[in-house]
């Protein structure tokens, strides 16, 4: 699979602060590529790092092969790009800036615009000081699409963004995505990454802890694991250690975390008197959480 996008042991610091550290990742053509990691993680930075809006101390990017310093303006050409915070001319009306964004680029689809105008309910007449947190973030969303670009990198796209906006742009991102466009998304809302990225990157404190297919990361072999008894002590020394981690007890109710094929856990309880049991495999929000707050 051709490589859109490849971070190669790129490290960024402000100052005595290391934002960015030694991390490397690869985006291929076709991936719906999710970033996640809590405020402060790097995942901005990276992205500017990327994008050439601020330079890495270390190591090296390319997107579509080219140098991401030195080819930046012809980078520039084929990516769209929506920031977490959008600013833009407070005495701009909105249609005067989309008209002001045709103009940068010799491919625009003016049906393609008229669709995403209606699309995302944009209201062009008003001017752009007027616009709530939401509509700007629209109207940062219809610009980066506007050119059919072949990399969209998309910096936390949903917030501000009501829960049926939001329905509609990640069903038209699915849509550009079919129609050849990669995409790189961050994003807090882990739903969002569980449902719609192929791949995921997980960034704390600068590094890049977990790496791969999204699918891979949650199913293997690790369930969630509840059990109500009153042999809970007989049962938890039962468990074998390697297998459980974070394991709790709460009145009579044992919960961990199990990373073994379900068959073994199932002969070993059988020996015990089980009220309750719940078995459930990990979302992408009790991965996070676990890799977030071990030290």
Same mark, same amino acid.
């Given at each position: 699979?051709?490589?859109?996008?490849?971070?190669?042991?790129?490290?960024?610091?402000?100052?005595?602060?290391?934002?960015?550290?030694?991390?490397?990742?690869?985006?291929?053509?076709?991936?719906?590529?999710?970033?996640?990691?809590?405020?402060?993680?790097?995942?901005?930075?990276?992205?500017?790092?990327?994008?050439?809006?601020?330079?890495?101390?270390?190591?090296?990017?390319?997107?579509?092969?080219?140098?991401?310093?030195?080819?930046?303006?012809?980078?520039?050409?084929?990516?769209?790009?929506?920031?977490?915070?959008?600013?833009?001319?407070?005495?701009?009306?909105?249609?005067?800036?989309?008209?002001?964004?045709?103009?940068?680029?010799?491919?625009?689809?003016?049906?393609?615009?008229?669709?995403?105008?209606?699309?995302?309910?944009?209201?062009?007449?008003?001017?752009?000081?007027?616009?709530?947190?939401?509509?700007?973030?629209?109207?940062? /969303?219809? *610009?980066? $699409?506007?050119?059919?670009? &072949?990399?969209? %990198?998309? =910096?936390?796209?949903?917030?501000?963004? @009501?829960?049926?906006?939001?329905?509609?742009?990640?069903?038209?991102?699915?849509?550009?995505?079919?129609?050849?466009?990669?995409?790189?998304?961050?994003?807090?809302?882990?739903?969002?990454?569980?449902?719609?990225?192929?791949?995921?990157?997980?960034?704390?404190?600068?590094?890049?802890?977990?790496?791969?297919?999204?699918?891979?990361?949650?199913?293997?072999?690790?369930?969630?694991?509840?059990?109500?008894?009153?042999?809970?002590?007989?049962?938890?020394?039962?468990?074998?250690?390697?297998?459980?981690?974070?394991?709790?007890?709460?009145?009579?109710?044992?919960?961990?975390?199990?990373?073994?094929? /379900?068959? *073994?856990? $199932?002969?070993?309880?059988? &020996?015990?008197? %089980?009220? =309750?049991?719940?078995?459930?495999?990990? @979302?992408?929000?009790?991965?996070?959480?676990?890799?977030?707050?071990?030290?």
């Amino acid at each position: 699979m051709k490589k859109v996008l490849e971070i190669t042991n790129i490290s960024k610091s402000y100052g005595n602060t290391l934002a960015v550290d030694n991390i490397s990742l690869t985006v291929e053509e076709g991936d719906f590529f999710g970033f996640i990691g809590p405020n402060g993680a790097g995942k901005s930075t990276t992205i500017n790092c990327v994008l050439n809006f601020i330079f890495q101390d270390e190591g090296h990017i390319k997107v579509f092969g080219l140098d991401n310093i030195k080819d930046s303006v012809e980078i520039k050409k084929h990516i769209g790009f929506v920031p977490g915070e959008v600013f833009y001319y407070d005495n701009m009306k909105v249609i005067d800036l989309l008209y002001y964004t045709q103009s940068f680029h010799g491919n625009i689809d003016k049906e393609l615009l008229n669709k995403y105008i209606k699309l995302f309910n944009i209201p062009l007449e008003k001017e752009i000081g007027e616009l709530s947190s939401g509509n700007k973030k629209k109207v940062a /969303i219809v *610009q980066s $699409l506007l050119h059919k670009p &072949k990399l969209l %990198i998309l =910096d936390e796209p949903s917030s501000g963004l @009501d829960p049926l906006m939001q329905a509609v742009l990640f069903k038209e991102l699915e849509e550009v995505r079919k129609q050849g466009t990669t995409i790189f998304m961050s994003s807090h809302i882990l739903s969002e990454v569980q449902h719609h990225c192929n791949k995921v990157a997980f960034i704390k404190s600068g590094k890049i802890i977990k790496c791969g297919n999204i699918n891979d990361i949650i199913n293997r072999h690790t369930r969630i694991i509840k059990i109500t008894s009153n042999e809970i002590d007989s049962i938890k020394k039962t468990l074998r250690i390697k297998d459980v981690e974070d394991v709790t007890i709460e009145d009579n109710t044992l919960s961990f975390i199990y990373r073994n094929k /379900i068959n *073994q856990l $199932l002969k070993d309880l059988t &020996k015990h008197n %089980i009220k =309750d049991l719940t078995i459930r495999t990990p @979302d992408l929000d009790d991965l996070f959480i676990t890799s977030y707050m071990e030290e």
